[in-house]
T-cell receptor, first 111, second 112 residues
Framework: AQRVTQPEKLLSVFKGAPVELKCNYS??????LFWYVQYSRQRLQLLLR??SRESIKGFTADLNKGETSFHLKKPFAQEEDSAMYYC?????????????FGAGTRLAVHP | KAGVTQTPRYLIKTRGQQVTLSCSPI?????VSWYQQTPGQGLQFLFE???????NKGNFPGRFSGRQFSNSRSEMNVSTLELGDSALYLC???????????FGPGTRLTVT
């Protein structure tokens, strides 16, 4: 069965510190992984997807198939990074493609 | 392209009543998904529709139902409302199932 696990509900760091939001997944095939972000009073929106291999707002995420992880990283956190972050996995199940979200991690960046 | 729209944006209902929420997807998108978002439970998947057929369903009671019309617009209905149904209900659309989802602003439902 497909599953996405985000072990931390809350991650609290100081401005300028490195950030790593953890995401582990369970899927038997080759998944497509996404990170979504929700800033205060804004819509949930796509931050990045692993197939594009882009760095968005300084964030990167590498798919590690051996560890079944897709951790989101940023070397120096900014206060404006404070938001709710969701990891999501897309994979085939029951004859069609399905997108599953993790429970989310709230990132709080303090001055 | 216009984004995903949801109506109404805010709703206050009384326990025991029913409610219908509406979602208009991005033009050309045939998949519509619904989520319940609460501070305690986070983002929980309700159901997904594609070409008027329910493709996937989350673990919610039968009081929660939905449908999709031929123009891809979707509605979700909650009957016999409970206090615990108070939440932000999000709709998301995508061109096909499992693809990048575009979210609407949500409908804030308060049950008193």
């Amino acid at each position: 069965a497909q599953r996405v696990t985000q072990p931390e509900k809350l991650l609290s760091v100081f401005k300028g510190a490195p950030v790593e939001l953890k995401c582990n997944y369970s899927y038997s095939g080759s998944p497509e992984l996404f990170w979504y972000v929700q800033y205060s009073r804004q819509r949930l929106q796509l931050l990045l997807r692993h197939i594009s291999r882009e760095s968005i707002k300084g964030f990167t995420a590498d798919l590690n198939k051996g560890e079944t992880s897709f951790h989101l990283k940023k070397p120096f956190a900014q206060e404006e990074d404070s938001a709710m972050y969701y990891c999501a996995l897309s994979g085939w199940s029951g004859g069609y493609n399905k997108l599953i979200f993790g429970a989310g991690t709230r990132l709080a960046v303090h001055p | 392209k216009a984004g995903v729209t949801q109506t109404p944006r805010y709703l206050i209902k009384t326990r025991g009543q029913q409610v219908t929420l509406s979602c208009s997807p991005i033009s050309g998108h045939r998949s519509v998904s619904w989520y319940q978002q609460t501070p305690g439970q986070g983002l929980q998947f309700l159901f997904e529709y594609f070409s008027e057929t329910q493709r996937n369903k989350g673990n919610f009671p039968g009081r929660f139902s939905g449908r999709q019309f031929s123009n891809s617009r979707s509605e979700m209905n909650v009957s016999t409302l409970e206090l615990g149904d108070s939440a932000l209900y999000l709709c998301a659309s995508s061109p096909v199932t499992g693809d990048e989802q575009y979210f609407g602003p949500g409908t804030r439902l308060t049950v008193t």
